[in-house]
């Protein structure tokens, strides 16, 4: 029998759980579409339920604000402002939202920049590179949230659960006299899992479930459920990033960092600060002229980290204090719009000498955990995860 019919014969009708509607779940949702689709030989179609706990895709994120006036608005994306492609794959399977102009490549010219010791001085500014072709970036219009909506709603076979957090999976049958909430069960008659939410209400029963949730959630998913690959999840470290969001009511208005006359002009700028990462001028990306002028700053995820738990405001106010002495504003130049959103679980530290650890699999009770802390923790990352997960339930069949 060949692999192809032998998948064909014991993949009918698969019922597959998703934990997670970031991207690695939607990309998921999407390859193991198209992969159980070519084998449709059977009358059967797998039935993907995707369980989100949140009311929307992961940590793509945009933030927006209509001004009352203009009817206008300031966008802001707070989470992942572009991704690569560095893999034929991934290229080949952008292609089809590249042609529609969904996505768009972002030829951003980038600064580095040094804020001013103080507030009388300019910052120093000096061009670093151009975001071209051999090293595309790519954005989505009209917001970076777009493409994940679009990835959902073609989904023919998988059906979204918003609003449902997955309980922590238990060990066997034995653990069903425990707490409500910790008694997810792999039953290894039917070698299915019934999976439960938080108040103990049962999701079903799943062939095969994969968890994509961020690292520290993976790990305490699985905590307690004889997971086989338990303590390589607990490797990856990740760190937090807390974003500021600013606005102003018109060009017009924007510090003179910010405006278009300065040389070099600028769409990015990595900045030499102890607190702030990267600024990203949104109203200058492509396709976003429309939007009253908006900028998102990243914190270093190191400073990031270690105020992780301090109060909202007091990081929105130091961010802030950072921001002036970085863009020099005064009084008149002032933003207008100021939000800050704390990121818990951002980046993956990558450590370029180790080996990237994949996604992790239990054969036996056929669970994945998968992420994209599995590898480097970008949304390429996304996708190359996808691929091993599909590949890994084809093959394991
Ligand atoms: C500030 C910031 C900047 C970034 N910049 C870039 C960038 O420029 N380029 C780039 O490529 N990448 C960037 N990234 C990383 C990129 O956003 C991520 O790689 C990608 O979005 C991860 O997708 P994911 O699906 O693996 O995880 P997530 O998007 O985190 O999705 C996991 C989902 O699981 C859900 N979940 C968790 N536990 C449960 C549960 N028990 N039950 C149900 N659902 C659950 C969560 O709500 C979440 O939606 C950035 C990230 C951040 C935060």
Redesign the pocket.
Known sequence: MTDHALCSTVLSDPKIAI???????LLTATLLERALNQLSSSSNTPQITI????RSV???ATRYRSDSKTDKNWQWSF??????AKTADFQQFIAPWLDTGLLQPWCAEVVELTPASNNEQSPNIQSKEQWDAVHARYISKPKMTSWGRELAAALKHTTIVFK???APLAHDLQSQNQQQSQKQTYNQNSKQTELFDETGASLGWFDWVIC???NV?AVE?MADSGFAQQDKITKPQMQA?Y?LMLGWDDVRKLPETLKDQLAPQWDVAYLNSAILDRIFIEHKKPAHGELLPSVTI?ARNDWSESHVDDDIELVKEQLLQAAKQALNWNEDSAPSQIDCHR?RY??TIVNKDTEELGILIDATKQWIVS??WCAK??????YRMAQQTVKAIMQTQ
């Open positions: 934990i997670g509607g970031g991207l690695t779940g369980f989100e706990k949140s992961g940590r793509l989470g992942a402002q572009f991704f690569t449902t957090r997955v994509t949730a961020p959630q998913l990033c974003t990243h990121w951002a980046a992420g994209d923790g970008n949304i390429e990352s996304c």
